[in-house]
């Protein structure tokens, strides 16, 4: 195997160590997202206080503050998310051009 072919495979890895960090970041921001929706959900079920957690304390708030805070959040995972699939999507790319390249040298 050439040095050619050896910094290809090196670059492959590298790649697919970024795609692992960046699917694994995208899950979290999912993770998020499901919470906050869930969170949005209890709010229009009750008609009763709500609470927000501010570090280690819990404080009352408005329900319609507390929906457009989570709106808000709502709005930038989705924004983070997408960011996260696009990266993906390039380097998923990039990682078969190069593992095709990869191929056709050692063949």
Do not use: P, W
């Not at 040095?3 to 090196?10: A, D, L, M, R």
């Not at 997202?33 to 819990?58: F, V």
């Amino acid at each position: 195997m050439n040095k050619e072919t050896e910094k290809k495979i090196q670059q492959l890895q590298l790649i697919e160590q970024n795609l692992h960090n960046i699917i694994m970041q995208k899950q979290a921001f999912q993770m998020q997202l499901a919470e906050d929706e869930n969170a949005m959900k209890e709010l229009d079920k009750t008609s009763k206080n709500a609470y927000k957690i501010i570090g280690t304390i819990m404080v009352s708030s408005s329900r319609e503050e507390l929906k457009k805070e989570l709106k808000e959040q709502k709005d930038i995972l989705d924004l983070r998310i997408k960011s996260l699939e696009k990266q993906e999507n390039n380097f998923k790319e990039k990682a078969e051009e190069i593992q095709k390249e990869v191929m056709k040298d050692i063949k």
